[in-house]
């Protein structure tokens, strides 16, 4: 017998896109050289840690889940973490050029994950963006196959689903709602 989960009133998790997208911002700038990635990782990760102030400030820690939701989006998490340790662990180690999937195939499972939790917490904003971050996780992975060295896929796969990640959260947590009430449209 199947039972009805409320969905928590206000916004549940509203720092995860904004996580996920530091995250995806420093595999990105990774892939870059040592002096102007070095700089774009500190200008990420200081925007990042603004921003999750920002938004801390207006919704706090979030909806409150209730049992049943919490363990079921533990669930997912748990299982996207177990997936992303393994192919950190596991691609780098199979030979020479497997190493470079890493941050696409990451990508994949962070978005498949997203997708997931969208079923889980009624977010339908969350399966746009899983879908984005496992196309932009495929492109990324042709492109390591395709090309030499970590730049082009790690690039293209972190800052790229840093962008989406954060113009998610951007809409999510009504931040795009504020600009749009300063500037008067």
Do not use: C, K
């Not at 002096?35 to 409150?64: D, E, K, N, P, Q």
């Amino acid at each position: 017998m199947s039972r009805t989960l409320r969905t928590p009133a206000g916004i549940p998790l509203p720092q995860l896109e904004l996580l996920l997208g530091a995250a995806g911002w420093v595999a990105g700038t990774l892939g870059l050289g040592s002096g102007g990635g070095t700089l774009l990782m500190a200008a990420g990760l200081l925007f990042s840690g603004w921003w999750f102030t920002v938004i801390r400030r207006r919704h706090g820690r979030g909806a409150r889940l209730p049992r049943e939701l919490r363990t079921r989006a533990l669930r997912v998490v748990a299982a996207v973490a177990v997936v992303l340790v393994a192919l950190s662990i596991v691609l780098p180690m199979i030979g020479n050029g497997w190493g470079e999937l890493t941050v696409p195939l990451g990508a994949v499972a962070i978005g498949v994950g997203l997708i997931a939790l969208a079923s889980v917490l009624v977010e339908r904003s969350w399966t746009a963006v899983g879908g984005a971050l496992v196309v932009l996780g495929a492109v990324g992975a042709l492109l390591a196959l395709n090309t030499a060295g970590t730049a082009v896929p790690y690039g293209v796969v972190g800052l790229g689903g840093a962008a989406v990640l954060w113009a998610a959260a951007a809409r999510r947590t009504g931040a795009v709602t504020d600009v749009r009430e300063r500037i008067g449209r």
